[in-house]
Each structure stands twice: as C-alpha cells, then as structure tokens.
C-alpha cells in the first residue's frame, strides 16, 4: 500500500511563501501522477495542481498558476508545491494525491495524503 506522508503549511501573511512536501513510500506504475488539491472550510475539494513523475509535466489550475510551482525530487520519491504570493483564499487543507490518471477531479486518485493546513493572514 502506497502511503503519503505530507509536511509543510502553517501560518503566513498575504504576499508570503511556503513549501508542502509529499513523500511517497514508494514509486509504482499506478502512481505516476501526483496532484495537490485543497479544501476550504464548507467548501468543496478543488484541484490545485498536477504533474507526472516520469515526463515532469505540469498543469496549474488558474487561481494558483504563475504563483505556485510542482516540483520532484526522484531521489527521495518527493513531490514539493511551492507557494509564493499567497492569498488570504489560499486558506485551506492542502491534499497530495497518487494515481494512474492525469485527472483534475479528486475521485480518481487511489492514494490521499493526511493533508495540511495553510492559513494565511491577511
């Protein structure tokens, strides 16, 4: 069974950054791709951003492209968003996410991170 162990967030003020970091137990065929997501209170989940270990591709949703970036580090199985310029909307429960599908919606992604919380001030 695959795990995600998350780390990163915590508290900071509009315009600054902060590094979510998702550590995979292991590397497998069906968890090539990895996305975050996030999730504020009485909202839904909404997808955040998606890359692929293999081909190192990326896709941003709009209300965080140009101001948070995916990257990997293969050595250690770690996917890293950075968050710079953040928003008082960025406020929410951060989720890494594995699986086979290059998908934005939550429900096809087998494996789940526990998630972390990004709260920033404004």
């Known amino acids: 069974q695959l795990q995600l162990v998350q780390s990163g967030g915590g508290l900071v003020q509009a315009g600054g950054s902060l590094r979510l970091s998702c550590a995979a137990s292991?590397?497998?065929?069906?968890?090539?791709?990895i996305s975050w997501f996030r999730q504020a209170p009485g909202k839904e989940r909404e997808f955040v951003a998606v890359?692929?270990?293999?081909?190192?591709?990326?896709y941003y949703a709009d209300s965080v492209k140009d101001r948070f970036t995916i990257s990997r580090d293969n050595a250690k199985n770690t996917v890293y968003l950075q968050m710079n310029s953040l928003k008082p909307e960025d406020t929410a429960v951060y989720y890494c996410?594995?699986?086979?599908?290059?998908?934005?919606?939550?429900?096809?992604?087998?494996?789940w991170g526990q998630g972390t919380h990004v709260t920033v001030s404004s």
């Open positions: 292991r590397r497998t065929f069906n968890s090539d791709i």
């Open positions: 996410a594995a699986g086979l599908s290059w998908s934005t919606a939550p429900n096809v992604y087998n494996f």
């Open positions: 890359g692929s270990w293999s081909t190192g591709n990326t």
